[in-house]
Each structure stands twice: as C-alpha cells, then as structure tokens.
C-alpha cells in the first residue's frame, strides 16, 4: 500500500440486525459461564421480522432459561417501541440448541483420547488467527475504526438517554480516513445513517447528527472544509432492525476487529466460549500485537498464529511489522521474543487471559478490541519489559 491513500471503516449500532445476534448469543455464553465456567457454547443466532432462532451446541450444568435471556438482550437493545415489529415482549423464538459433540469434545478436553497424540487441551478447531495493533490511536487501534465505533457510541448514549424521542436503535457508522506518510491527516467523510421514528424531518436528523455526534467525537483538527458528511443519505431509515432485514450471528467480523486495517482470520466471536480459538487465539493475538508497539519495537505490528483441532501448540507464529520495526530490529527477532515471552496453548491462552468469566458481553458491540476495562484482559500491556529484554 502506498504511503498515501484514504481508508475507510465502518461500524454498526447495537440495533443492527447482525448486532442483535451477537448480543443474544454473547448473552447466552455470559448466562451459562456465570453458573459453570466449565460450559461449552457454540451459540449462533438469526433473527427477522417478529422471529428470534438459536441454535447451536451447548453442554453446561447452568440451568439458564434461553427465552428470559433472549427477551432481556432485546430489552436492553431498545426494540421496545410500540411500532416496532420486532418487539421484546412479542418474538416468537424458536430453539434449536443441543449438546456439543462429543468427537470435538475429546479433542478439546485435557484428557488423553484414541487417536489423540496428547492429553493437553487442545484447540477447538483448526484455524488461523491475527492480532494487530498500531500507534494511530492512544488505544492502539487504526484510526477509522475507532471513530466509527466512538460514533456509534455516542448515537446510543443520546437515545439511551432519553432525550432524543426520535432515535431507534439500527444505526451504522462509516468513516474515511486521509493518510500521508502512512499517518492519518484528516477526515474526508463521515457517514451516518441511524434508524428514526416517522414524525422527524431529514433536515432534523442531519443537523442533530453533525452538531451533536460527529463534532463532539471526531478530533477537530481532523476535520476540513473538504470533510464530507453523509447523513442518512437514502433520505429516510424508519423500517430497521430485523423488520427490515435479517441478522445472524459473526457476520460482522470486521467491525468486530480492526476495520479491515488489520487481517482476520474469518472465525466470528460472539456465542463462542473461550475453547473455541477462534475467539480466545484471536484476543491473544491483539495482546501479543498491543505488546510489541508498547514496546517501542514497532509501530505497526500483525500476529498470525494457526491450530489443528485437538492439538495444543500452534502450527505456525508470524510477525508483520510492514516495514517499522526500531532500532534495526527484524520481525524474525521479534517474532523469537514473541516466542519467548508468550505461550499460545489454548489452556494457556484461557488461563493466563481470565477468559472463564461471564465478561463476553462487554465485547459485542462497537469493536472487541481498544476498549478500557479491566474485565477486557487482552488490552493489558503488562509483557513489555519482557519483551524488550527478549530483544536484547
């Protein structure tokens, strides 16, 4: 990529159809780990119109009640207005969970198993990771990702507040970023398009959004006379929500990590206990990736680490520093440090990171990675001196 060029990233409100079966499977995952750490949950959930579906495999000894726990993240979304069609207190949900299967259990439980070559807990399914991070940000996140996410924030703060009547809870964020020497410079769009009742007019809404969201989260010295602003640019969003299109669970994996600046190994999050690498390998990896650029061994830095369903070491660690690694430094010496300092078994991972704890819905909405919050383990940045010291 050239050293000038503009990115784009974007977010989407806890009223995203996608959003809302993320909430509802994170909710799940959080219900069953609170009565038994121990659970195994693959929640996956669809969502239209009037119509919640969940499915997946679950074995735990919580004795949760999935219909009180789907009604409540509903609830707490907001889709609580008397003109919604997709209401809390009126889905009909449909439950499709069984237990999980016992062939993939042997391979991820820490007990030996014909055909197995260890007795270690293994990961829960082949597969590839990454983390990332970068000095674009204090939290260490590329730049247009986290000011999608901070204007989506601030739009549910507003509505969850009470004091805009006319807000509802489907909302998207987009934001383009101008970079120079690979730095980011200035922003040359904004776009928002947040769901709204029927009695409020677009000249309202675009005001309301530019005056009360974008100016009060987006830097000023990063706006122009040039930025752009997009404001519901159809020129109406009342029908939202799973009335106006279907949602399902992980299909938003990109807002959830870094807004495509970053790779993705393609395994979603949400409904997925801390087993399942796919969800736990990638915190470690923006924990490893955080650690390196804490450092001060590089700007930019990319993890990728593989498993095989069932086997405790990974198949493969690489470090990217696209070119900044400091002081003379190359990825193939950090990468041994990396090596050095951190263990990427699952059991590790789960161990070292507290993740048999019911904190998975923190996580949904508005990106897993760069948010302050002691529960959100993996944005510590506790292995620096290790690493400088591994680096020689």
């Given at each position: 990529?050239?050293?000038?060029?503009?990115?784009?990233?974007?977010?989407?409100?806890?009223g995203h159809p996608d959003k809302v079966c993320d909430t509802i499977s994170d909710a799940i995952l959080d219900a069953c780990l609170a009565d038994d750490k121990y659970s195994?949950?693959?929640?996956?959930?669809?969502?239209?119109?009037?119509?919640?579906?969940?499915?997946?495999?679950?074995?735990?000894?919580?004795?949760?009640?999935?219909?009180?726990?789907?009604?409540?993240?509903?609830?707490?979304?907001?889709?609580?207005?008397?003109?919604?069609?997709?209401?809390?207190?009126?889905?009909?949900?449909?439950?499709?969970?069984?237990?999980?299967?016992?062939?993939?259990?042997?391979?991820?439980?820490?007990?030996?198993?014909?055909?197995?070559?260890?007795?270690?807990?293994?990961?829960?399914?082949?597969?590839?990771?990454?983390?990332?991070?970068?000095?674009?940000?204090?939290?260490?996140?590329p730049a247009p990702i986290m000011y999608a996410h901070q204007l989506g924030r601030k739009l549910t703060r507003l509505r969850k507040s009470g004091k805009v009547s006319w807000?509802?809870?489907?909302?998207?964020?987009?934001?383009?970023?101008?970079?120079?020497?690979?730095?980011?410079?200035?922003?040359?769009?904004?776009?928002?398009?947040?769901?709204?009742?029927?009695?409020?007019?677009?000249?309202?809404?675009?005001?309301?959004?530019?005056?009360?969201?974008?100016?009060?989260?987006?830097?000023?010295?990063?706006?122009?006379?040039?930025?752009?602003?997009?404001?519901?640019?159809?020129?109406?969003?009342?029908?939202?929500?799973?009335?106006?299109?279907?949602?399902?669970?992980?299909?938003?994996?990109?807002?959830?990590?870094?807004?495509?600046?970053?790779?993705?190994?393609?395994?979603?999050?949400?409904?997925?206990?801390?087993?399942?690498?796919?969800?736990?390998?990638?915190?470690?990896?923006?924990?490893?990736?955080?650690?390196?650029?804490?450092?001060?061994?590089?700007?930019?830095?990319?993890?990728?680490?593989?498993?095989?369903?069932?086997?405790?070491?990974?198949?493969?660690?690489?470090?990217?520093?696209?070119?900044?690694?400091?002081?003379?430094?190359?990825?193939?010496?950090?990468?041994?440090?990396?090596?050095?300092?951190?263990?990427?078994?699952?059991?590790?991972?789960?161990?070292?990171?507290?993740?048999?704890?019911?904190?998975?819905?923190?996580?949904?909405?508005?990106?897993?990675?760069?948010?302050?919050?002691?529960?959100?383990?993996?944005?510590?940045?506790?292995?620096?001196?290790?690493?400088?010291?591994?680096?020689?």
């Amino acid at each position: 990529m050239s050293k000038n060029f503009i990115f784009s990233s974007e977010s989407v409100g806890e009223g995203h159809p996608d959003k809302v079966c993320d909430t509802i499977s994170d909710a799940i995952l959080d219900a069953c780990l609170a009565d038994d750490k121990y659970s195994r949950v693959a929640c996956e959930t669809f969502v239209k119109s009037n119509m919640v579906v969940v499915g997946g495999e679950i074995t735990t000894r919580s004795k949760f009640h999935a219909n009180e726990i789907i009604r409540k993240a509903i609830r707490n979304i907001g889709y609580v207005n008397d003109d919604d069609v997709f209401h809390a207190d009126k889905v009909f949900i449909t439950n499709c969970l069984t237990r999980q299967s016992p062939d993939i259990a042997q391979g991820v439980d820490s007990r030996a198993a014909e055909g197995k070559d260890t007795a270690e807990q293994g990961a829960g399914d082949q597969g590839l990771m990454f983390g990332y991070a970068t000095t674009e940000t204090e939290e260490l996140m590329p730049a247009p990702i986290m000011y999608a996410h901070q204007l989506g924030r601030k739009l549910t703060r507003l509505r969850k507040s009470g004091k805009v009547s006319w807000l509802r809870p489907d909302a998207k964020t987009q934001v383009s970023v101008q970079y120079r020497n690979d730095q980011p410079v200035a922003i040359t769009n904004v776009v928002v398009s947040t769901q709204h009742s029927r009695d409020v007019t677009h000249a309202t809404i675009k005001e309301f959004v530019i005056e009360e969201v974008i100016k009060k989260v987006i830097p000023k010295r990063l706006l122009t006379p040039k930025t752009q602003f997009l404001i519901n640019p159809t020129g109406r969003f009342v029908v939202g929500g799973p009335e106006g299109d279907s949602g399902l669970t992980g299909r938003k994996i990109i807002v959830d990590t870094y807004g495509g600046m970053g790779r993705h190994g393609g395994g979603a999050f949400s409904g997925k206990d801390p087993s399942k690498v796919d969800r736990s390998a990638a915190y470690m990896g923006r924990y490893v990736a955080k650690n390196i650029v804490a450092a001060g061994l590089a700007t930019s830095a990319e993890v990728q680490f593989a498993y095989a369903i069932g086997y405790p070491d990974p198949v493969s660690i690489c470090v990217n520093t696209f070119g900044t690694a400091t002081n003379g430094l190359s990825d193939e010496a950090i990468e041994k440090a990396v090596s050095q300092v951190f263990s990427f078994k699952p059991a590790d991972i789960v161990k070292h990171l507290k993740l048999l704890r019911p904190i998975y819905s923190k996580t949904t909405n508005y990106g897993h990675f760069g948010k302050d919050d002691p529960d959100i383990t993996w944005e510590r940045i506790d292995k620096v001196a290790e690493l400088q010291k591994a680096v020689g």
